[in-house]
Nanobody
């Protein structure tokens, strides 16, 4: 059974940090790119960051560059998103997703999705 399970969300003050985790099972993790997406109320789901399977190349959306760091531990089948200097506009449900192929922002091309974890940035 394929599963992607996110954890680590919560309520944090502006300027604070959170570390999201995505645990994968049920598929050959090594061959899949893993992306982090987020969706705020009333907005479309958007790509945040992605790490490829082959060469470990990484992409970030412009608004999180320098603040977020994605990493993967293939032995543990996990991907992490370290989020620093959080802003209220980072508030959203964060999802991890897996696709057999290179990173892309096109949500429809991802094969598997987690259930999401809520991140709220507020004072």
């Amino acid at each position: 059974q394929v599963q992607l399970v996110e954890s680590g969300g919560g309520l944090v003050q502006p300027g604070g940090s959170l570390r999201l985790s995505c645990a994968a099972s049920g598929f050959t993790f090594y061959y899949y790119a893993i992306g982090w997406f987020r969706q705020a109320p009333g907005k479309e789901r958007e790509g945040v960051s992605c790490i490829s399977s082959s060469d470990g190349s990484i992409v970030y959306r412009d608004s999180v560059k320098g603040r977020f760091t994605i990493s993967r531990d293939s032995a543990k089948k996990m991907v992490f998103l370290q989020m620093n200097s959080l802003k209220p506009e980072d508030t959203a449900v964060y999802y991890c997703a897996a696709r057999l192929g290179p990173c892309t922002n096109y949500t429809g091309s991802y094969d598997y999705w987690g259930q999401g974890t809520q991140v709220t940035v507020s004072s």
